[in-house]
């Protein structure tokens, strides 16, 4: 056997090799589900092996009745497809008001629906107000409007935090930020 096959042979069984070892796919060779604690997380992995980073849980993975391999790519592939939503948000409110728009309300929505599916751990809902009563009430009502309405689209209390801080500015506060924690 000439050098160049020895060379191809070897390379296709390291390849191999990595895909059972991580699991994966050859587009995505660090991304696997290993159990931590005993509960499935869908994980990012160094060349070495070690985890760096925890993905989300794999709820369905002991009931499913597909392999290791095909529980894999689902998640990878929705993991993927999900990527770029999962960011923190900035809500806008009318000026003097707390009421959510519908562009605020999918936003919420969205979150809820990442947080569900684990790929947000928790949501931080971040509010200003100026030196005074009334606007520090404002802050406060807005908070709680979006903190009930992640709520009512099935996030638990430990899933949300919020807080509020002093606000500087000739603008007006219209604003209300939504932080996530992956």
Same mark, same amino acid.
């Given at each position: 056997?000439?050098?160049?096959?020895?060379?191809?042979?070897? *390379? *296709?069984?390291?390849?191999?090799?990595?895909?059972?070892?991580?699991? *994966?796919? !050859?587009?995505?060779? +660090?991304?696997?589900?290993?159990?931590?604690?005993?509960?499935?997380?869908?994980?990012?992995?160094?060349?070495?092996? &070690?985890?760096?980073?925890?993905?989300?849980?794999?709820?369905?993975?002991?009931?499913? &009745? %597909?392999?290791?391999?095909?529980?894999? !790519?689902? =998640?990878?592939? !929705?993991?993927?497809?999900?990527?770029? +939503?999962?960011?923190?948000?900035?809500?806008?409110?009318?000026?003097?008001?707390?009421?959510? !728009?519908?562009? *605020? =309300?999918?936003?919420?929505?969205?979150?809820?629906?990442?947080?569900?599916?684990?790929?947000?751990?928790?949501?931080?809902?971040?509010?200003?107000?100026?030196? +005074?009563?009334?606007?520090?009430?404002?802050?406060?009502?807005?908070?709680?409007? =979006?903190?009930?309405?992640?709520?009512?689209?099935?996030?638990? %209390?430990?899933?949300?935090?919020?807080?509020?801080?002093?606000?500087?500015?000739?603008?007006?506060?219209?604003? =209300?930020?939504?932080?996530?924690?992956?």
């Amino acid at each position: 056997m000439n050098y160049a096959i020895k060379t191809t042979i070897t *390379a *296709a069984i390291v390849l191999m090799l990595n895909s059972l070892v991580f699991g *994966a796919s !050859d587009n995505d060779l +660090n991304k696997t589900i290993i159990l931590v604690n005993g509960v499935p997380f869908f994980v990012e992995m160094n060349e070495n092996g &070690n985890q760096i980073e925890k993905i989300a849980t794999v709820p369905t993975y002991f009931a499913s &009745n %597909d392999t290791h391999n095909e529980i894999l !790519d689902k =998640v990878s592939s !929705d993991y993927e497809d999900e990527y770029d +939503n999962i960011k923190s948000r900035l809500l806008i409110f009318p000026e003097d008001q707390a009421m959510l !728009d519908q562009v *605020a =309300v999918d936003h919420i929505r969205d979150l809820a629906r990442l947080y569900m599916k684990g790929y947000i751990q928790s949501i931080n809902i971040s509010a200003a107000h100026l030196d +005074n009563n009334i606007d520090e009430a404002l802050a406060a009502h807005r908070i709680s409007s =979006v903190y009930q309405m992640l709520k009512d689209f099935g996030i638990e %209390d430990e899933g949300i935090t919020a807080d509020m801080k002093q606000y500087r500015s000739d603008l007006p506060n219209v604003f =209300v930020q939504l932080k996530i924690k992956k």
